[in-house]
């Protein structure tokens, strides 16, 4: 049971992760601020991205994953995985800026296309499915 697309994507989300708490901890060093954020608005901001990104992304990885593993790994899933990486580079960078910017205002919208795409398709292979469904192997087995 390969998943490329979620593997992919779930490495990438990992990076992502280190590369958000990074920024944080760049300023925490500068500063010497221990615990939370110290007053500093610019790590305000770096710790609520984090913690935006670490909201979202155990939901799309679930959807891409149960998705993956009902349909495959078409073309059109892996530009969604590319489109949610992208997004969420682009969020954490509009939100180091102390005004909206179209970098955070892109992020949050495709992030939200994303979730809106895979919750759609997720529904679709759940209610469209016409034929009997075998059991997986290690069920099978057991009957």
């Not at 800026?97 to 939200?112: I, K, S």
Request: hydrophobic share 60%; charged share 10%; with cysteine.
């Amino acid at each position: 049971m390969l998943l490329p697309i979620t593997l992919t994507l779930a490495a990438a989300c990992a990076f992502l992760n280190l590369w958000l708490a990074i920024r944080c901890v760049k300023i925490r060093m500068a500063n010497k601020t221990l615990h939370g954020d110290g007053g500093d608005p610019l790590l305000a901001r770096r710790m609520r991205a984090q913690a935006n990104f670490v909201e979202y992304t155990p939901l799309v990885l679930i959807l891409f994953v149960l998705v993956e593993l009902a349909i495959g790994s078409p073309l059109w899933l892996w530009i969604i995985a590319c489109a949610y990486v992208i997004a969420r580079i682009a969020h954490p960078l509009g939100m180091d800026a102390d005004h909206p910017t179209p970098w955070r205002a892109t992020g949050a919208m495709l992030t939200w296309a994303v979730m809106v795409v895979l919750a759609v398709a997720a529904l679709y292979i759940a209610y469209s499915a016409t034929r009997e469904v075998p059991a997986p192997p290690a069920l099978a087995a057991q009957v």
